[in-house]
Each structure stands twice: as C-alpha cells, then as structure tokens.
C-alpha cells in the first residue's frame, strides 16, 4: 500500500484540517504493476474508418497568450469536422510551446468538458516544471459538455430524447478525429518530435482517450485518470446529480429503468467503448488511475478499461469520484501530479523506456 509522506513543515490550521478530513474519505492508494502475462499487444486490426483523420484546411488561427523563459502559450483554433459540442463548432488548444532548440516530443492533454479545468491545468503545469522545457504540451480546451444535458432535460419525446444522445455520441466521434488532426497538425511541427506523443485524459477525457489511441500508434505515453469502458453503462449508473436528473426523468416520462436505458444506450455508444478495442495498444504505454468507491464509473468498466488496455500500471485510490483529485493537489503534496511525470518522462523522455514500478 502507498500512501503519500508526512509533511516536514508545520501547515497552517486550515490545511490541517482539511488534510485530516481528507485522510479520513482517501485513505490510501494500491499500487498495481503492469500484468506481464498479458503478453505484447498494441495489435490494430480492422480499424475503424469513422475515425480516420483528415488534414487540416489551414493552419490554426493562433495568438500569444502568453511569453516566459521556457515557454510561449499559443491559442490555437480550428474548424472541428463536425458539431463537436464546443462554441462555434470549434478546436481550442492552448500550445506550449518550449523555447528550447531542435525537436521535443509533446503532451496531448484532454479535459472533462464542460467541467474543472482545474486538473488539465495542473498537469499542464508540472509537466512545464518538471521538464524545464523538454516537452511541449497541447491543452485542448472543452467549456461545454459533448452531451446536449439543456436538451435532454426539456425533451418529453422518446424518439427526441433518443436522438438527443445520439447526437452526443457522434460528437464523441468526432471529438476523436478532431485529436487525431490536432497530431497530424503537431507531426508536422519541425519543433515536435512527431514520433513521441503522449495523451492524458481526466474523466470523461479518460473515455475518449483510449479510443484515440487505439487508432493511432503515435501515442508512446497514454494516462488516463479515472476512466472507464461501457459508456453506456457509465450514463445509466452514475450517481452524479447531472446524470440522476436524467435517469429519474426517463424513469418518469418513459418508464425506463436503469436497465432498460444502459440497454438502449449500448448501440448508440458501442463505437466509442474502449472496450470495443481490446489489444490495440501497448500496455507498457499506459498508465490508468482509479476510484476504489468511484461512484460514476461502475467497477465493471474500470476493469474493462484495465483489461482493454492490456493490464497496464495502475494505481488505485481509495476514495470517490471526484475526491480521487484531490491527490493531485497540495493536500496530496501533488501527488498524482509527480507520478504521471514519472511516467510521462520514462516514456517520452527514456530513450529506452521500460515498465516501472514501485
């Protein structure tokens, strides 16, 4: 078992407190090695053509956000290939881009969209830190869901409502391609090393970043933080007063149980489960964070993530959904944080890399 160092200097009463709290609902973190017996995978037959990429039109209208010794910040935007749910049909990934000479791998980061921007943004940060400008990062940017939530609540029509959802998974869909050009756009950067990519996903992002990498091999470093497979399961079962609002009002206006909605929820987002690409990628390439009480992602599509993926490294954290977070912050002494460095640099970074445990 893990669980994170005391710390050495005195803390203030406030962050006491909400430590012991914390402590209390986050107890500690399972360390669990890649599954050697597994066996060498990364295997992409028959691939999916609805994911095929497509170049760009032109390059991304892009502006300074902002200059440092290390980094330039680019806002970059470009027509997504479809409604992909953003404002404008848009792509907006904010470029990091290292000031240093010659070419450096790059971080692909995804957010929870329409959610905290707080652990995309962290990441972003200590992956700057820590490698003093050894690695470019690419924080695509999500301030609206890819679910139309507004639109499920006021729809009283079954076949609306069924359409509704339908909509979000094409926007899943084409979510994937828009990252996958976002790469093919990166690729061709003389300042990126086009042949290391790492992506990160948190929640929601940690669902569609499996899909990503499973049909693209451009992906060295894949880091999905509480994720999961079977999204159609995920949107029956979560507990999040988003997701229950929804279930209790298809309870109420078409007589669907949990059942009867992740039953007909399952065709419309079979092609965007994780679990649908089993052996695609290699499982020294991933690394997965979970949820022991995850009250969102039901224990079955974690472990259907975990075993899709290959049975890669993962930690497990005995906490909820979202308090899972909370071990990327200072009351975790940034924990997560550290370990996906670690991982991020072992493979992009190691010219060598190997699996790594603790």
Known sequence: MHAPPPRTQPARQWLAAAAAVLASA?????????????????VRSDPDARFASEALPAEPANHVVDTGRLYTVRRLEFPSVGDNGQPGDLVAVDYHRSTLPGAHPAVVILPIWGRHL???????KAVKRRSDGALHVLNVLGPSFLIDWPALGEATDETEFVGIWEEGAERETTTVVDVRRLLDWAEGRPEIDGERFGLVGFSHGAIVAPVVAAHDDRIAALVLVVGGAFPHRVIARCEGSRTATIQDRAAELFGWSRDEMEARLEPIYRHVDPARYPGRVDPAGVLIFEAARDDCIPADAREALWEA???PERWVIDASHRRAFFTMTPLYLNW??????????DRL??????????
């Open 26 to 42: 986050c107890a500690s973190i399972d360390h669990r090695p890649l599954d050697a017996t597994a066996g060498v995978q990364g």
């Open 118 to 124: 707080y652990p995309s943004d962290a990441i972003t």
């Open 336 to 345: 997560m944080r550290g370990e996906i460095w670690r991982f991020l640099a």
């Open 349 to 358: 970074l190691d010219p060598d890399p190997t699996p790594t445990s603790q």
């Open 309 to 311: 993926m290959g049975r």
